[in-house]
């Protein structure tokens, strides 16, 4: 086989257990890939309804978005026709006016249903609760004259995020770079918050914190920041817990789309990310989806596939011992065919096109844990 000259076999075993045969496949995705972020050339202008906007935030099925400005000081609607699809969205003609509590709004949440509405507010530094009588219809919000101050943590706050059962709350504060945790006795309840003692400050990554999201699952944290521009990801080994935050060195630049990110969205699902950008009053809508394929290596040694885009390939089931060197994949795109005796995956998470040429990455390990690496220039496949 081609090129096996790049790769050591330990005591000269390979593989020798399977039939040359057809094996078993099994595809898969998972969301909140950053990694393997790119933009899906759409955007959606919110210039007509206010040219300061500062946070986007979607209802969970992703058939409405809010947006919070400073110029009108008021929370706006829109509808999404297609979930999700930021070509489809238009404004409701409905908004909501939060000056009456704070002149520099800077984003809004709801709580699991819809009922209820978290305003963040600049100017006073707190938190802000809201009724709606109809779920995530901000014409029929009404203040619930309830408020919590976040002045003690921070001085310039940013965003507000709950856990899913609303006992947790979440806030950022750019003066000091930091998310902090605080608990709510009663779910959802402003009036029953307090302050966990526990924060994560990001000012390694970012001097300009702007916003912040959680995955579903609360395993992953995404910042949005603006010195440097970009979305960071960070991974908390007990989810929500800021007290076990720590950076995941995964980063995505937007900064061909707008050079300067003040927020950052999911679908529910996290295949799309979304992110305001304030340079274009514009918000952007990109993929974030990793392709995976399972080879099992005790179903035959022969496997064959297209990929979706980027995608890691691995193996199941290798011989008790020795190399399991005895097997081909051949991955088909255009008509071509790249023959690799081994595990491989796109570098760098770029997705394959037809044209780019990108080296293609292998990998063989031995039955006592020794990896030894190989690689071949090859022509990435659409």
């Known amino acids: 086989m081609a090129n096996n000259k790049a790769f050591k076999v330990k005591n000269g075993i390979s593989a020798t257990r399977y039939l040359l045969s057809g094996g078993v496949e099994t595809a898969g995705s998972e969301g909140y890939s950053l990694a393997n972020a790119s933009y899906d050339n759409v955007s959606f202008s919110i210039t007509s309804q206010d040219d300061q906007p500062f946070g986007i935030t979607f209802k969970p099925d992703g058939t409405k978005m809010y947006l919070v400005g400073n110029t009108n000081d008021r929370v706006f609607q829109y509808t999404l026709s297609t ?26 949440s709801f709580n699991d249903d819809g009922t209820k509405m978290y305003l963040v507010g600049q100017l006073t530094d707190s938190l802000y609760q809201y009724s709606l009588s109809t779920a995530y219809d901000i014409s029929t919000a009404s ?44 779910a959802y309840d402003l009036s029953t918050a307090s302050y966990d003692s526990v924060s994560f400050s990001f000012a390694s990554q970012n001097t300009t914190c702007t916003g912040f999201t959680f995955s579903d699952d609360g395993t992953k944290l995404f910042l949005s920041g603006a010195s440097p521009d970009g979305i960071f990801q960070y991974t908390l080994s007990t989810p929500f817990d800021l007290s076990t935050v720590s950076y995941s060195n995964i980063s995505f630049d937007g900064s061909a789309q707008d050079g300067a990110a003040f927020s950052v969205e999911f679908s529910s699902d996290g295949t799309k990310m979304y992110f305001l950008g304030r340079t274009n009053d514009t918000v952007y809508q990109y993929s974030t989806i990793a392709y995976t394929q399972t080879l099992d290596l005790s179903t035959g040694t022969t496997f064959s596939f297209t990929p979706s885009g980027a995608t890691t390939v691995s193996f199941t089931n290798p011989p008790a011992s020795g190399l399991a ?26 997705a394959p096109t037809a044209t780019a040429t990108k080296e293609l990455y292998a990998f063989i390990t031995t039955d006592g844990g020794t990896t030894y690496y190989g690689k071949q220039a090859a022509t990435e496949l659409a």
């Open 83 to 108: 979930a999700w699809d930021l070509s489809t969205a238009s404004y409701d003609s409905v908004s909501f006016l939060v000056s009456s509590q704070d002149g520099n709004p800077m984003r809004v």
């Open 143 to 186: 203040y619930d004259s309830v408020s919590f101050s976040v002045n003690a943590q921070d001085g310039l706050v940013y965003n507000v995020a709950f856990n899913p059962d609303g006992t947790k709350m979440f806030m950022l504060g750019d003066a000091t770079d930091s998310a902090y945790q605080y608990s709510l006795s009663t």
């Open 325 to 350: 060197c005895a097997f081909t994949v051949e991955i088909n795109g255009d008509g071509s065919t790249i023959t690799w005796p081994a595990s491989v995956k796109w570098p760098s998470g770029t």
